[in-house]
């Protein structure tokens, strides 16, 4: 089956030409793919849905000239039973590079595969500007068998929309709310959709007309004073431009969870922790070593586990030619930033536990006699420096452990903000 997208002229969805827009309308381009194939029924629920959605982003923020391009994927997620959010998150990217538009939808009829929750409708990624979602569940007419074909398709269409603008809420760092007619109530069952105004609140709209206002800017390649820079100004110029927006994105991604949620990682560091702290050659060794000696090896594990793991797991987008774009180096720091705070939330949860369990199980007498070669007694100091050896080279065994964890897994936790 062929890669390549099959574009669909779409008679029903007038596209603004970014180019023949005014020059001083941003223009912005939100992508939909089809993936996948989709009943007579679905795909015409889904073409009424991008048409509200349309609708409503385009009155409810003014000001942009959007764009909601169409391309439909049949080779995605054919024959599984829940298709992976993070293949259609990939997918998503590679057709938002190569038509150059800033958010894309993958919509999907198959179940998305869901780690954390019993089911999932949406998958939004910020780091990627991408969501995933599925209309599996949200068919009205599985509960409800009386109603008409048009009842269905106009609450299917309701329902998908709904979950869309959720996830373009998502997308633009908007957080949930309690109200439930409110596009950013989280839906614990897909009837929970019918409920959503789709519109946004006006505090909802500053947020994203400030976020989309960015993304909106022309891009770092496509100016010509940049052309000239080198690879490592261009990426440090592109950070200090979008310092913002990466700060943003590893909230959206939530570092501090990934040592409860990447058990292989969490287990091999716990593991040498357990091991180091019972065993009286580590405390001699660990106890005498100077203190800045400990908190350059702390930096060095934290640093080097991120970049391992973000190499081993495949974390960082694969290239397509050698092209340089803003987009990508915000992304890759993004990923490397949030690996990074995940490393040291793990690192401070083994300097905490090595001093819970000093606190716990070591009195003076025993730790004196494991520390002999220090030649005086064991202070606060000499723990202190003896958790940071030992949380360094848990961190350093954990990511060893960490690179078994399966890839599909590993991207999940990574990328996907929430299993809506
Ligand atoms: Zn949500």
């Known amino acids: 089956m062929s890669d390549a997208p099959i574009l669909v002229p779409d008679a029903g969805l007038e596209v603004v030409d970014p ?16 993936a996948g194939a989709f009943d007579e029924a679905q795909r015409a629920a889904f073409k009424k849905a991008r048409a509200m959605v349309r609708s409503a982003l385009r009155a409810e923020l003014p000001g942009f000239a959007w764009s909601f391009p169409y391309v439909r994927r049949r080779d995605l997620g054919v024959g599984v039973l829940a298709v992976e959010p993070v293949d259609l998150l990939d997918a998503g990217v590679t057709e938002r590079r190569l038509a150059g538009w800033d958010f894309a939808f993958v919509v999907t009829a198959s179940d998305l595969h869901a780690r954390f ?56 760092g908007l957080d949930h709310e309690t109200r439930p007619e409110a596009v950013m109530y ?60 990466i700060a943003d994105t590893v909230l959206q991604i939530r570092p501090w969870r990934f040592p409860f949620q990447l058990s292989k990682l969490t287990t091999a560091a716990f593991s040498t922790l357990v091991v180091l702290v019972m065993t009286a050659e580590a405390w001699d060794l660990g106890t ?21 793991l973000v190499r081993k797991q495949g974390l960082l987008a694969r290239r397509h030619g050698h092209a340089r774009t803003e987009q990508q180096v915000v992304q890759a720091v993004s990923i490397l930033l949030a690996l990074a705070l995940g490393m040291l939330t793990t690192y401070g949860l083994l300097f905490g536990t090595t001093l819970v369990l000093r606190t716990l199980f070591f009195d003076p007498a025993i730790l004196d006699g494991w520390s002999a070669s220090l030649g005086r007694p064991v202070g606060p100091d000499e723990v202190l420096v003896f958790a940071g050896f030992v949380a360094a080279l848990g961190l350093g065994v954990g990511a060893l452990g960490g690179s078994f964890e399966d890839q599909t897994y590993f991207r999940h936790v990574a990328y996907v903000d929430e299993e809506t």
């Not at 180019?19 to 089809?34: I, T």
């Not at 409800?144 to 709904?162: F, G, N």
Request: charged share 20%.
């Open 19 to 34: 180019v023949a827009a005014p020059a001083h309308v941003p223009a912005v381009v939100l992508g939909w793919v089809e």
């Open 117 to 172: 929750r019993p089911f999932t409708l949406a998958t939004p990624s910020q780091a990627l500007d991408t969501a995933a979602l599925s209309i599996a569940r949200l068919d009205p007419a599985v509960r409800d068998t009386d109603m008409t074909d048009e009842e269905r398709t106009e609450r299917l269409a309701h329902r998908i929309a709904a979950l869309a603008l959720h996830s373009f809420g998502h997308l633009n």
């Open 186 to 245: 989280p839906p614990k069952a897909p009837s929970d959709l019918d409920a959503s105004s789709l519109a946004f609140t006006s505090e909802n709209q500053i947020e994203i007309r400030q976020e989309v206002a960015d993304v909106a800017d022309p891009r770092m390649e496509e100016e010509s004073i940049f052309e000239t820079l080198s690879a490592p100004a261009f990426a440090l110029k592109a950070v200090v431009l979008n310092w913002a927006d």
């Open 288 to 308: 005498r070593q100077p203190w800045w000696l400990i908190i350059a090896l702390s930096a060095v594990a934290i640093v080097g586990t991120s970049g391992y």
